[in-house]
């Protein structure tokens, strides 16, 4: 599985559940949005999204590559998955955050999992957790980040996808 969407309440689920079993951990130090270029926002915002209509010049070029540090940043150090990251669209989740969170997940009574997937998901398709458990190992297996993306626009979902671009292999 590299490719899950998630509804707002899953994706809020998912959330308190990790944070339950302290595989999700607040974090300080979290860089700041880099400033769109001063009259040229919305050609800034089609680069961010790497649509290919926009002439990349060195400015444009900077401010893509400040976006791409400031989603890709963790902790040298990570506790597990970054709390802010699943709260707000746009994060890279890194695959040492990932394989710091699982090996606390296997390192939980699975009484303590079962009560939280069903404290948490008890209006939501507990599948939803599972299927997210699976992304989290394909991103361990692989090395590759999970991008946490926005909402898309055929439905309120937040998509969580295993990244396979080149760009993105040391975040």
Not at 29 to 41: D, F, I, K, S, T
Not at 113 to 125: C, L, W
Not at 135 to 156: C, I, K, N, Q, Y
């Amino acid at each position: 599985m590299n490719h899950l969407p998630l509804t707002m309440p899953q994706v809020g689920a998912v959330a308190l559940t990790m944070l339950d079993l302290g595989m999700l951990h607040p974090v300080e130090g979290v860089p700041a949005e880099p400033a769109l270029p001063q009259g040229r926002e919305t050609e800034a915002l089609q680069a961010q999204l790497g649509m290919p209509t926009v002439h990349l010049d060195d400015e444009l070029r900077d401010f893509v590559r400040a976006h791409n540090r400031r989603i890709a940043w963790h902790p040298e150090s990570p506790a597990g998955i970054c709390a802010h990251k699943p709260a707000s669209p746009g994060w890279l989740i890194s695959s040492t955050e990932i394989r710091v969170a699982l090996s606390v997940l296997h390192s939980a009574s699975s009484q303590s999992v079962r009560a939280s997937v069903g404290r948490h998901f008890a209006d939501e398709d507990p599948e939803a957790w599972e299927d997210w458990v699976k992304l989290m190992r394909g991103s361990a297996d692989s090395g590759l980040p999970v991008l946490f993306g926005p909402a898309d626009h055929e439905g309120p979902w937040a998509i969580a996808e295993i990244l396979l671009e080149e760009d993105f292999r040391t975040a």
